[in-house]
Nanobody
Framework: QVQLVESGGGLMQPGGSLRLSCAAS????????MGWYRQFPGKERELVAQ???????NYADDVKGRFTVSRDNAKNTGYLQMNSLKPEDTAVYYC??????????????WGQGTQVTVSS
């Protein structure tokens, strides 16, 4: 399966930048999809951005042009670069990965979540 460890959250002023990282480990051959979700208090998790093994990316409308998702296959690590942060970006951010394993199986894992707070 897959274990995901996130880092990089914190407090930032509006207009600032943060980069989240998500390191994957476990028994898998490939990371097929790596995604970033966020959760506001009292709400369900929502997709922020994702990147496939073919480097196809997908973004939520309200982060397009501000956030960039990327991956380093050699390090089994994904990144979410967040620029021009707004107070409404304040949430807990989770990484998610779908990995390919033996016998063609796929497994899905979640990171522990990291708090991002945008405030002056």
């Amino acid at each position: 399966q897959v274990q995901l460890v996130e880092s990089g959250g914190g407090l930032m002023q509006p207009g600032g930048s943060l980069r989240l990282s998500c390191a994957a480990s476990g028994s898998f051959f490939s990371i097929n999809v790596m995604g970033w979700y966020r959760q506001f208090p009292g709400k369900e998790r929502e997709l922020v951005a994702q990147i496939t093994s073919g480097d196809t990316t997908n973004y939520a409308d309200d982060v397009k042009g501000r956030f960039t998702v990327s991956r380093d296959n050699a390090k089994n690590t994904g990144y979410l670069q967040m620029n021009s942060l707004k107070p409404e970006d304040t949430a807990v951010y989770y990484c998610n990965a779908v990995v390919g394993a033996i016998y063609g199986r796929e497994y899905r894992g979640w990171g522990q979540g990291t708090q991002v707070t945008v405030s002056s």
